[in-house]
């Protein structure tokens, strides 16, 4: 379930991107009326525009005799104070502009954590690990506090170890081609994950001089 109807279009494409079907709700009256034959699976309530009637939505929905599945919240950047004391009205949140990426994980996520999906994906290389359903990065069980895009570069370059990627490559790739930004976005990213590595394993990153940057060249390479 997705609200509001219609559903803002970025929200669309995003849960297109993770192949999601769903149908949109206009109101509380249309949960019952559009309701699938096996129920709902969940709901992504966009509040951004109709915050009041978002809010009135989930209400709702936590209400329902039969247990509802997972709920997505949709903000703005400016509504975060406005969750507070709400938390019981959804299971996450995530804010505009929510990058396809992210929605995916979050709901992914979701699922697994109320038994609806598989366990998490985990990738590991070395003192490296990285869990794909929960968008968390450990370095030796140390937690690493990645933003998104952050937590993107790495894992699309641990998951290829030992390919050198151009600077253009790395934007398309992890960015996508709808990104205008320019080169040093990706040098700029690959400091910061350097740096939040810690400097004993900092060089799992390498920088290909004249090319771009490869991952998984370091004294913990397997």
């Known amino acids: 379930m997705v609200f509001p109807d219609p559903p803002p279009a970025a929200l669309t494409q995003a849960l297109a991107f993770a192949s999601y079907t769903w149908k949109a709700v206009a109101s509380p009256a249309n949960v019952e009326q559009l309701e ?3 129920g709902w699976s969940g709901a992504v309530v966009c509040a951004d525009e109709q915050p009041d009637a978002a809010l009135a939505l989930c209400r709702v929905l936590r209400k329902r005799e039969v247990a509802f599945g997972p709920l997505l919240l949709v903000v703005s950047p400016e509504q975060l104070g406005a969750l507070e004391l709400r938390e019981d009205l959804f299971d996450d949140f995530c804010t505009t502009p929510c990058h396809p990426r992210e929605l995916e994980a979050r709901l992914s996520h979701l699922f697994w954590r109320t038994g609806r999906g598989l366990r998490p994906e985990l990738v590991e290389y070395g003192p490296l690990t990285l869990n ?13 506090s990645l933003t998104f895009m952050e937590y993107e570069l ?5 998951t290829h170890p030992g390919k050198v990627f151009t600077r253009e490559t790395l934007l398309s790739r992890v960015w996508g081609y709808e990104y205008y930004g320019g080169a040093r976005t990706v040098d700029v990213h690959i400091r910061r994950l350097r740096a939040k590595l810690g400097e004993e394993h900092a060089n799992l990153i390498s920088t290909v001089r004249s090319v771009g940057y490869r991952f998984g060249q370091s004294r913990w390479a397997l």
């Open 36 to 38: 699938p034959d096996d």
């Open 132 to 144: 794909l359903e929960t968008y968390q990065a450990s370095v030796l069980g140390r937690p690493l």
């Open 154 to 158: 790495l894992k699309f370059l641990a």
